[in-house]
């Protein structure tokens, strides 16, 4: 089975624009993770879509969202873009039941200037 | 609420010595509990889970952890340490696969030749 794959790898935005990073899960999987990962912060947990519904949400400003398609593909969304939002923003998707055994993606890699 | 600790942010081990990176787990129920590894510019693997089967759980590339209930404890081991594994590695706990993953600081391990 093909890993799980995300879009792009690196980005370079200015402050205030908007940005959209999109995760294809392992073929099966129907839940989908977003974590942001800095030096200072360590992993965040930004939310969960299982099945197209967001089932956790982590403790960010509503500028970051997301969404799920019939898929099982998600994409977030980060607008009005702060330099403090650089970071690596990785996904991670499992099956949704059972364990929570979960496959991260190689990240994108997110620079705001 | 649940929380997990990495004692150590950073351990260094000579090649070829053991290796031991804790984690402790703060919750009222026994978790599904996990160790990740990430190399630099990479996602994170999963090396072992525990999932209240077998305390002593093995995983890939020769690391072992040991789920101690009274000790709430889910430390990480590995007899012999191998210059591939200097690496940056995360303990993680979660209730049920409903619920999101709670991930500790991680601890960066070096391995000096």
């Known amino acids: 089975k093909a890993g799980v794959t995300q879009t792009p790898r690196y980005l370079i935005k200015t402050r205030g624009q908007q940005v959209t990073l999109s995760c294809s899960p392992i073929?099966?999987?129907?839940?989908v993770s977003w974590y942001q990962q800095t030096p200072g912060q360590g992993l965040q947990f930004l939310f969960e879509?299982?099945?197209?519904?967001?089932?956790n949400k982590g403790n960010f400003p509503g500028r970051f969202s997301g969404r799920q398609f019939s898929n099982s593909r998600s994409e977030m969304n980060v607008s009005t873009l702060e330099l403090g939002d650089s970071a690596l923003y990785l996904c991670?998707?499992?099956?949704?039941?059972?364990?929570?055994?979960?496959?991260f993606g190689p990240g994108t890699r997110l620079t705001v200037t | 609420a649940q929380s997990v600790t990495q004692l150590d942010s950073h351990v260094s081990v000579s090649e070829g010595t053991p290796v031991l990176l804790r984690c402790n787990y703060s919750?009222?129920?026994?978790?599904?509990l996990f160790w990740y590894v990430q190399h630099p510019n990479k996602g994170l693997q999963l090396l072992l889970k525990?999932?209240?089967?077998?305390?002593l759980v093995k995983g890939i590339n020769g690391f072992e952890a040991e789920f101690k209930k009274s000790e709430t404890s889910f430390h990480l081991t590995k007899p012999s340490a191998h210059m591939s594994d200097a690496a940056e590695y995360f303990c993680?706990?979660?209730?049920?696969?409903?619920?999101?993953?709670?991930f500790g600081p991680g601890t960066s391990l070096s391995v000096i030749p």
């Open positions: 991670a998707s499992s099956e949704g039941t059972g364990v929570k055994e979960q496959y």
């Open positions: 073929s099966g999987h129907r839940s």
């Open positions: 879509y299982f099945s197209e519904t967001q089932r």
């Open positions: 919750s009222s129920y026994s978790p599904s």
């Open positions: 525990y999932t209240s089967a077998a305390t």
């Open positions: 993680g706990a979660t209730k049920t696969s409903y619920d999101k993953v709670i």
